[in-house]
């Protein structure tokens, strides 16, 4: 069974910075996009990062050279580096993961639990 366990949310005041992780564990044969959503309350979920198996990586243009995702694939983990906080940064962040488990070798996309990013004063 694979699980995906995030750490690192917080409050923060504004400016400041956070590190988010998600690692997966079980019984995993590959990893392909990695990606981290937000969704803040009365908002509809939304692409914050994204990584490829290639390194490749996709931002919304909001956190735009503020954010830095990155993967380390030893460890099945994919980060987001939150520089420069602001208040409308708050929300339940979510990891997700497009990967194939030994089970049945097919990429299903698996969700993290969230975690919580309050920014404010």
């Known amino acids: 069974q694979v699980q995906l366990v995030e750490s690192g949310g917080g409050l923060v005041h504004p400016g400041g910075s956070l590190r988010l992780s998600c690692a997966a564990s079980?019984?995993?044969?590959?990893?392909?996009?990695m990606g981290w959503y937000r969704q803040a309350p009365g908002k509809q979920r939304e692409l914050v990062a994204s990584v490829d198996s290639g390194g490749g990586t996709n931002y919304a243009d909001s956190v735009k050279g503020r954010f830095t995702i990155s993967r380390d694939n030893a460890k099945n983990t994919v980060y987001l580096q939150m520089n420069s906080l602001k208040p409308e940064d708050t929300a339940a962040y979510y990891c997700t993961m497009l990967l194939a488990p030994y089970s049945d070798y097919r990429e299903w996309d698996y969700w993290g639990q969230g975690t919580q990013v309050t920014v404010s004063s």
């Open positions: 079980g019984s995993i044969w590959s990893i392909n996009t």
